[in-house]
């Protein structure tokens, strides 16, 4: 059975990840894989990964640490349209949590959602990610993972 793991945004992929879509009605729930690249480019913090189910691209996911505190985020994930309802989202997401939290040697992760998306907030909850009281600038809803 294939696995889930990550490549790097280069120029052998790059118009493929951005012709990534999702289903109607999903559009308000995430940036456009162009505006994510674009915000990349002017920080080195991000880190803009395409999501691949053995040789199938299926996603796209961007993540960062930020500051001495080495706050990091799980600041965008999404699965293509033909790919959703799969399990692939759920699979995606938790190898992300062990990706980034070792490559950043951290024990917390933070992720926020958009009022309204009720699958993205079942999927995060069933992972363990707990909701901090918390909004951010935009109005999404904060949510805190520990790592164990």
């Not at 040789?55 to 965008?76: H, S």
């Not at 999927?123 to 790592?147: A, C, H, Q």
Request: net charge negative.
């Amino acid at each position: 059975m294939p696995e889930i793991h990550f490549k790097d945004i280069d120029a052998a992929n790059n118009q493929e990840v951005r012709n990534l879509t999702l289903k109607a009605g999903q559009e308000t729930f995430i940036e456009t894989v162009d505006d994510c690249l674009e915000e990349a480019s002017h920080s080195s913090e991000w880190h803009p990964v395409g999501i691949y189910y053995g040789e199938a691209l299926v996603g796209f996911a961007m993540y960062g640490c930020f500051g001495p505190q080495k706050e990091t985020w799980i600041d965008r994930i999404m699965i293509d349209k033909k790919y959703q309802d799969k399990g692939l989202g759920k699979a995606a997401l938790i190898k992300l949590i062990d990706v980034v939290s070792k490559e950043y040697d951290v024990d917390v992760l933070y992720l926020s959602i958009i009022e309204g998306n009720k699958k993205a907030y079942h999927l995060y909850k069933s992972l363990g990610f707990e909701y901090t009281n918390e909004r951010d600038p935009n109005g999404e809803f904060i949510f805190k993972y520990v790592v164990r």
